[in-house]
Nanobody, 126 residues
Framework: QVQLVESGGGLVQAGGSLRLSCAAS????????TGWFRQAPGKEREFVAA????????HYADSVKGRFTISRDNAKNTIYLQMNSLKPEDTAVYYC???????????????????WGQGTQVTVSS
């Protein structure tokens, strides 16, 4: 069973950058598709970005396209979310998620994932 632990959140001014990391345990991480989601206070958890198991395919929410980049290093069992040009509306708890897959799919719905990290807070001040 893969377990996920996020890190890298914090407080940053608008226009700044942060890089989130999600470390996965387990020897079969390369068979898992992964994604990032976020949840702001009083709002539902929403999709941010996803990457397939081989890192050959990615997908982004329109709200972050061109500003955020998802990547993964299967040798290090880690996925990343590079966040640039941050805006106050990016403030949320960010979660990484994973699910086993036999194909080269990306998954954008939170209901398609069955493994979740504990979340890391990102706060963007104006």
């Amino acid at each position: 069973q893969v377990q996920l632990v996020e890190s890298g959140g914090g407080l940053v001014q608008a226009g700044g950058s942060l890089r989130l990391s999600c470390a996965a345990s387990g020897r079969t991480f390369s068979t898992y598709a992964t994604g990032w989601f976020r949840q702001a206070p009083g709002k539902e958890r929403e999709f941010v970005a996803a990457i397939n198991r081989s890192a050959g395919r990615t997908h982004y929410a329109d709200s972050v396209k061109g500003r955020f980049t998802i990547s993964r290093d299967n040798a290090k069992n880690t996925i990343y979310l590079q966040m640039n040009s941050l805006k106050p509306e990016d403030t949320a708890v960010y979660y990484c998620a994973a699910r086993y897959t036999s194909g080269s799919y990306v998954y954008t719905s939170l209901y398609e994932y069955d493994l979740w990290g504990q979340g890391t807070q990102v706060t963007v001040s104006s």
